[in-house]
């Protein structure tokens, strides 16, 4: 079965969530990023010169860039059952910061923390399931871009 209409609903709402509060998810997303893998802190040049995570205007647009994209693999997985990257750049800017697969778990389980944090009692197992199958899309689509 492919991406539902439900699946699709659920990641929109709980996009719509994340939204609202785009400064403090997107620290806490990064936050989360770092804990896991430390590493990877200079992959984003929002970040590799800070002490730590800080609010900025970048590491909000790259928050909202990299849910956003999600948010559309789900359109696109609802859509057409497959997610194709808007921006062809994009294999190539991971490749060029180093992005292996262990990455694409990293911020897969980032993802999914932030969005549990955005929509506090609604978090369910068929939010995180859509959320989940979204990312893999996109993850998926990036990583063919990379090869």
């Known amino acids: 079965m492919g ?6 609903a659920l990641v ?8 609202q509060n785009l400064p403090g998810y997107s620290v ?3 936050t989360t990023i770092l804990e896991k893998a430390p590493a990877a802190k200079g992959m984003f040049s929002f970040l590799k010169d800070s002490a730590g995570v800080q609010d900025s205007p970048q590491l909000q647009a790259h928050a909202e860039k990299v849910f956003g994209m999600v948010r559309d693999s789900a359109v696109q997985l609802r859509a057409t059952g497959e997610v ?6 994009l294999g190539s800017i991971h490749i060029q910061k180093g992005v292996v697969d262990p990455h694409f778990v990293v911020v897969k389980e980032a993802l999914l923390k932030t969005i549990k944090e ?4 609604k ?3 068929e939010l ?5 199958v979204a990312y893999d899309g996109l993850a998926s689509a990036i990583k063919k871009a990379m090869s």
């Open 3 to 8: 991406f539902t209409a439900d699946q699709e």
């Open 12 to 19: 929109n709402s709980s996009w719509e969530s994340f939204k």
């Open 28 to 30: 806490f997303f990064y």
């Open 84 to 89: 194709v990257l808007g921006d062809a750049t």
């Open 118 to 121: 955005a929509v506090g009692d």
């Open 123 to 125: 978090w369910s197992e």
């Open 128 to 132: 995180s399931t859509s959320w989940e």
